[in-house]
């Protein structure tokens, strides 16, 4: 492995804005950077978005404390993590598009390693959810396979580690209220409302 700090010039030293730049390049190059990360300010407050190689495979509301989601994110992943939003340029573009109601559906290849089973086919179903709609716990635990699983369908959206862009903020209890949302109640109203607006 080559050393990736023998080439940087003293002027680095100086400006860490571009020695920062320079290692995040160097790590993606030389195969050590497993997560890139980076936040984004949102109508629903901080986001922290993380991708591997595969995709994005993490977004986080500042509730959920970004700096616990990077410590659980190095332990499930790799300690390999650096802030490094070249990576995630697209999907943070999306996402500003969507939030000014100019996208309705996101194009980014996806990471799904932190969900399996059920959780995954209720993940993997989320997305046929159309903008402006919404499905009860029910409707979505039919549509995963599993029509009596309406409670594990609850544990996935609350676990579901890429919110937003999988949507599982469009199900909602069979009266019509919110239920939780890992983001809190208010964000998922701010979503479902930009999205009927």
């Known amino acids: 492995m080559t050393d990736i700090f023998a080439s940087f010039p003293v002027e680095y030293e100086l400006n860490p ?30 986001l922290l978005l993380a991708a591997t190689e595969r995709g994005l495979v993490k977004v986080a509301f500042d509730r959920q404390d970004h700096d616990a989601v990077l410590a ?8 390999r993590i650096l802030r490094a939003p070249a990576r995630l340029e697209t999907v943070t573009r ?7 109601a ?26 046929e959810i159309g ?12 549509a995963a396979g599993s029509p009596k699983a309406v409670r594990a369908v609850g544990t996935a959206c609350a676990l579901n580690p890429l919110p937003v862009v999988v949507p599982c903020h469009r199900v ?16 998922k109203r701010v979503l479902l409302t930009l999205e009927a607006a």
């Open 72 to 79: 659980a994110l190095a332990e499930a992943i790799s300690p």
């Open 131 to 142: 903008y402006g709609h919404t499905e009860s716990y029910s409707q979505v635990a039919a």
């Open 94 to 100: 999306q996402l500003d598009e969507y939030f000014t």
């Open 172 to 187: 909602v209890r069979s009266d019509g209220s919110y239920g939780q949302y890992a983001g809190g109640e208010e964000a």
């Open 17 to 46: 804005h571009r020695l920062h730049e320079r290692l995040t390049a160097a790590a993606e190059r030389e195969g050590l950077l497993d997560v890139a990360y980076r936040t984004l300010d949102s109508p629903v407050g901080p």
């Open 102 to 127: 100019g996208r309705q559906t996101f194009d980014v290849p996806l990471d799904f390693r932190l969900a399996r089973g059920f959780r995954l086919s209720v993940l993997e179903h989320l997305p």
